[in-house]
């Protein structure tokens, strides 16, 4: 698509872009439109859907953003991917006999002709950007049967006659590793878990919190492919009687992905986890109203946000949705007046408004040091990834009791702990009770699936009061998981945050300060109103958000 002058004085009036990266752009992308856009995308230029939305219109067609748009597998399968490749389309649901497609030259009658006699249906042609189109490709058309295919193809003698270092090179070991990370981003796995068996490997994907079994490949695979992220990461690959951990930037094409990786010696060999910090998709900053927070929650937690100093936690285990969180406050609270810089290990998601720094240990960038320095930068508010030893926790909060907004992650089991936690690691009461000004703490449960989940009339009421005190006669009603097709028969699809939230007052603080117990400040908590993670968990429950049993489950020892 040629870049015409409409084009750009769209971009000028609804992308809000100057005149003069307008100018310096349409050069530097030699007029070609999608080129323009998508380079305007990544600077931060532009926001996507405009710009979307603006190439969509010059050609009279819909945009689609492919990042935000849920895929029909079974429609999906109806085109290969070679064709796919072939009309720069893919398909993506269907209503009625119709079946909706993107494609980046939705214009093109030929096109939508030759899709429609392929697919033996009436097609509906919408506009997607190149780079959507070629994540969706990346991504969507992974399947277990590539990888069934790669290994049945597989010359398994070469495991005897070839050396370690050379098998790991080899075209079949690379392609399984490298379609076991895209698989695992597409189904949205936070780990991958590779695990040597007597006479098998067997595989597994962390869903929305929980492990299953996802494949099993033949036991011969166990030790090169293992060998294969081990090189990946920058580990020793001939070393496998200690642990090793290594990190991997996975290069998709369309964006890199910070992959952690960790070996363990096992029974059988090396057990391999890996976990994913990352997706394909676009890293659009969350929105604090969009995270399904109580408002007894999201009222004083964006209260405390609003001040101009103090320190602001959130804690909860690994996993459980801190940085979320962080980047969401972040988001809240930016605008051009003001300062952000994050120190973080890693960089989780970009955004081109703040001032974002990866932690490296080894180029002696760790967070003390880059925190001591960060202060001599002029910040108004600052985000450190996550408080991990006393030198941090020290710098973090006299930087909050000197004129800074600090933002921060803790591991513990609930808010109110991370005021015992600051002082078990070092940092004094008489600073701890005037720097923390509100505590954060969140889980996640699953969300139960929309359309196949049925209200719960069979409770176990003994459980039900066990767990939240329930005194009522009266039972309300709750619902509980079913499995249809939409949710691959597990009832529940995505994931829900539970929180709750502990506003630090006068009282707590003199608390702290008199050296008072845990349950001291955890009576007075609950005195003045406390409420804790079952509560908000019991509450979605009732909302349908999520079953009892997930709630129970997940703050079985709060």
Same mark, same amino acid.
């Given at each position: 698509m040629k870049l015409t002058q409409e084009i750009c004085r769209q971009f000028y009036k609804k992308a809000g872009m100057s005149e003069e990266s307008i100018k310096a752009l349409g050069k530097?992308?030699?007029?070609?439109?999608?080129?323009?856009?998508?380079?305007?995308?990544?600077?931060?230029?532009?926001?996507?859907?405009?710009?979307?939305?603006?190439?969509?219109?010059?050609?009279?067609?819909?945009?689609?953003?492919?990042?935000?748009?849920?895929?029909?597998?079974?429609?999906?399968?109806?085109?290969?991917?070679?064709?796919?490749?072939?009309?720069?389309?893919?398909?993506?649901?269907?209503?009625?006999d119709t079946i909706t497609i993107a494609c980046t030259h939705p214009e093109d009658k030929k096109i939508s002709g030759a899709l429609s006699r392929i697919l033996s249906k009436p097609v509906d042609l919408l506009f997607c950007l190149p780079d959507e189109l070629n994540a969706a490709y990346t991504l969507r058309y992974q399947n277990d049967s590539k990888i069934g295919d790669i290994v049945f193809s597989f010359d398994f003698k070469q495991l005897v006659t070839m050396a370690p270092e050379r098998l790991v090179e080899l075209r079949p070991i690379i392609e399984i590793a490298e379609s076991l990370l895209l698989l695992a981003l597409k189904e949205n796995a936070s780990d991958i878990h590779i695990e040597p068996k007597e006479h098998d490997c067997v595989i597994r994907f962390r869903i929305d919190g929980v492990l299953g079994e996802r494949l099993r490949l033949p036991i011969g695979l166990a030790t090169p492919l293992t060998a294969r992220y081990k090189i990946m990461a920058e580990m020793n690959i001939s070393e496998r009687r200690i642990p090793q951990d290594g990190r991997i930037s996975f290069q998709t094409g369309v964006k890199a992905v910070d992959v952690r990786v960790s070996t363990l010696p096992i029974l059988h060999g090396e057990k391999t986890v890996i976990r994913l910090m990352g997706s394909l998709t676009d890293s659009v900053p969350v929105n604090l109203d969009r995270l399904d927070i109580l408002e007894s929650n999201l009222r004083p937690f964006k209260e405390t946000l609003s001040q101009p100093n103090g320190m602001i936690f959130v804690t909860g285990p690994t996993g459980s949705g801190k940085s979320t969180m962080l980047y969401a406050a972040l988001n809240h609270i930016n605008n051009p007046n003001i300062n952000i810089t994050t120190i973080e290990d890693p960089v989780e998601y970009e955004m081109a408004t703040i001032n974002q720094v990866q932690v490296n240990a080894k180029a002696g960038r760790d967070f003390g040091t880059v925190l001591r320095s960060i202060l001599r930068q002029d910040p108004d508010v600052l985000l450190v990834g996550e408080i991990r030893d006393k030198e941090t926790a020290q710098i973090a909060c006299k930087a909050a009791l000197t004129g800074h907004l600090v933002l921060s992650t803790l591991h513990t089991n609930n808010?109110?702990?991370?005021?015992?936690?600051?002082?078990?690691?070092?940092?004094?009461?008489?600073?701890?009770?005037?720097?923390?000004?509100?505590?954060?703490?969140?889980?996640?449960?699953?969300?139960?699936?929309?359309?196949? %989940? @049925?209200?719960?009339?069979?409770? &176990?009421?003994?459980?039900?009061? +066990?767990?939240?005190?329930?005194?009522?006669?009266?039972?309300?009603?709750?619902?509980?998981?079913?499995?249809?097709?939409?949710?691959?028969?597990?009832?529940?699809?995505?994931?829900?945050?539970?929180?709750?939230?502990? %506003? @630090?007052?006068?009282?707590?603080? &003199?608390?702290?300060?008199?050296? +008072?117990?845990?349950?001291?400040?955890?009576?007075?908590?609950?005195?003045i109103g406390f409420k804790d993670l079952r509560f908000d968990g019991f509450i979605k429950a009732l909302q349908g958000l999520t079953s009892l049993d997930e709630v129970i489950r997940v703050t079985a020892d709060n």
């Open positions: 530097e992308s030699e007029g070609n439109a999608y080129v323009f856009a998508e380079t305007a995308i990544r600077r931060g230029l532009a926001d996507r859907d405009v710009a979307g939305m603006i190439l969509g219109n010059s050609l009279g067609v819909t945009y689609l953003n492919l990042y935000k748009t849920p895929f029909q597998d079974d429609v999906l399968a109806l085109l290969p991917l070679e064709l796919a490749q072939k009309y720069q389309a893919i398909p993506i649901y269907q209503f009625g808010a109110l702990q991370a005021i015992t936690r600051l002082i078990d690691m070092g940092v004094e009461p008489y600073i701890v009770a005037p720097t923390i000004i509100g505590v954060l703490a969140q889980r996640l449960v699953r969300r139960l699936c929309k359309d196949c %989940k @049925i209200e719960h009339h069979d409770l &176990d009421v003994a459980q039900l009061q +066990r767990y939240f005190y329930w005194k009522n006669p009266e039972l309300p009603i709750f619902y509980k998981p079913v499995g249809c097709k939409n949710c691959n028969g597990k009832g529940y699809k995505g994931r829900i945050g539970i929180h709750e939230f502990v %506003k @630090i007052d006068n009282t707590m603080r &003199d608390y702290i300060l008199q050296g +008072r117990s845990y349950n001291d400040i955890c009576n007075y908590a609950y005195s």
